[in-house]
């Protein structure tokens, strides 16, 4: 007999890995009850609609994927060690990454998501530009760069979607952003 109630941490973790692995078509409840071994009013019990339990695994997202990277980069000291820990952290490939291609295809239909990823991608880029200026560069070149900086991350993943990442990557990584940020 399944249990009634999953922990709300519960759910979310499930949420976001189905989310990284098949977008919103990954995030039915019944499913997501029987994997958890319990009845689906436990995803009711913490949530009050899909659309509440996809804010929340939004929030996740943002606590785990910007939040926290900051966080870790922010305990380096100053400088290019701040940098270093930036780019060893943002171009590790990640089981959960397509999470962020999944959620920018549902943000297609909902404004006030793409707001929220629009707010997280300025974020980035605003952490970035700050990093950059600490290690020497004009706010207007830091600016540019941060900018750069962000396509190629997205753009790196994109590549790598489907494939086993290099060990070296921290080496290749930095190869290719000398072409435009000397670190």
Do not use: C
Not at 6 to 18: F, Q, V
Request: charged share 35%; net charge positive; no cysteine.
């Amino acid at each position: 007999m399944p249990k009634i109630v999953a922990k709300k941490e519960d759910w979310i973790k499930l949420g976001y890995r189905l989310f990284a692995e098949e977008g919103i078509s990954g995030i039915i409840v019944e499913k997501m009850a029987k994997k958890l071994k319990v009845n689906k009013s436990s995803f009711y019990w913490h949530f009050k609609t899909k659309k509440d339990f996809i804010e929340q695994l939004i929030m996740f997202w943002i606590n785990n994927e910007t939040e926290r990277i900051i966080n870790l980069t922010d305990s380096e000291k100053p400088g290019l060690q701040k940098f270093k820990k930036l780019i060893a952290l943002i171009y590790k490939q990640d089981l959960f990454l397509d999470f962020t291609f999944y959620l920018k295809r549902y943000a297609r239909n909902e404004k006030k998501i793409q707001k929220i990823i629009d707010k997280i991608d300025n974020q980035r880029i605003a952490y970035a530009d700050k990093l950059l200026q600490e290690i020497g560069h004009s706010k207007q070149d830091a600016k540019i760069k941060s900018m750069l900086l962000h396509k190629h991350f997205v753009g790196y993943h994109e590549v790598i979607r489907y494939k086993e990442q290099n060990v070296n990557y921290q080496k290749e990584v930095r190869k290719e952003l000398n072409q435009f940020i000397k670190y």
